[in-house]
């Protein structure tokens, strides 16, 4: 069975900080990963996608992918408490250009105190 | 860019109707679309894979007579849950595809009394 781990929290960074969100998978052979933040009460959001090894920089987010290590994190510099949610990671066994199910794991809750 | 819309975002009904659910991408055109439902505190569960111009695909344990899948065009998708029933309200939350990335709706809230 494919399956995506996550801490589920709650993870606790002061304001300004960052936090650092980490992410395993299973199935070796995944190609496509994303990290959704979903607030209490809503539906996801999409915050990054990675599909290849290395750092992907976007803003004040950076996702990292070790596909030896099977291992995807998040980094939130500066962190701020509109940042406090729930943040998913999701894998996906197919490349960028095909829609497959996602493989969610169950979230890390991440609050940003002041 | 990516926008997905989801009508009507809360419902309330009576126990033994059937409720409509719309989900449109609106600036691009989704093969597939994904249902999914959440309950309070709980993870995502996917319900269906709905492709365009073809059956639905449920997940085990989803009744496909009672939770019908329409997916008629590349930018909308229907789910009808059918003889509601208490235990069916949920936050039910549609995505579409664009690629291998799933945008997802804003998410309709179904009540059933």
């Known amino acids: 069975q494919k399956e995506v781990e996550q801490n589920s929290g709650p993870l606790s960074v002061p304001e300004g900080a960052i936090a650092s969100l980490n992410c395993t998978y299973s199935?070796?052979?995944?190609?496509?990963f994303f990290w959704y933040r979903q607030y209490s009460g809503k539906s996801p959001e999409l915050i990054m996608s990675i599909y290849s090894n290395g750092d992907k920089e976007d803003g004040r987010f950076t996702a990292q992918l070790n596909k030896a290590s099977q291992y995807v994190s998040l980094l939130i510099r500066d962190s701020q408490p509109s940042d406090s949610a729930t943040y998913l990671c999701a894998v996906n066994p197919l490349g960028t250009g095909t829609a497959s199910k996602l493989t969610f794991g169950t979230g890390t809750r991440l609050q940003v105190t002041l | 860019g990516a926008v997905v819309s989801q009508h009507p975002s809360w419902v309330i009904c009576k126990s033994g109707t059937s409720v409509k659910i719309e989900c449109r991408s609106l600036d691009f055109q989704a093969t597939t679309m994904f249902w999914y439902r959440q309950f309070p505190k709980q993870s995502l569960m996917l319900m269906a894979t709905?492709?365009?111009?073809?059956?639905?695909?449920?997940e085990q344990g989803v009744e496909k007579d009672k939770f019908l899948i329409n997916h008629a065009s590349l930018t909308l998708s229907t789910l009808t849950v059918t003889s509601a029933h208490p235990e069916d309200s949920s936050f039910y939350i549609c995505?579409?595809?664009?690629?291998?990335?799933?945008?997802f709706g804003p998410g309709t809230r179904l009540t059933v009394l």
């Open positions: 199935d070796r052979g995944s190609q496509s």
């Open positions: 709905s492709n365009e111009g073809s059956k639905a695909t449920y």
């Open positions: 995505s579409a595809s664009y690629g291998s990335t799933q945008y």
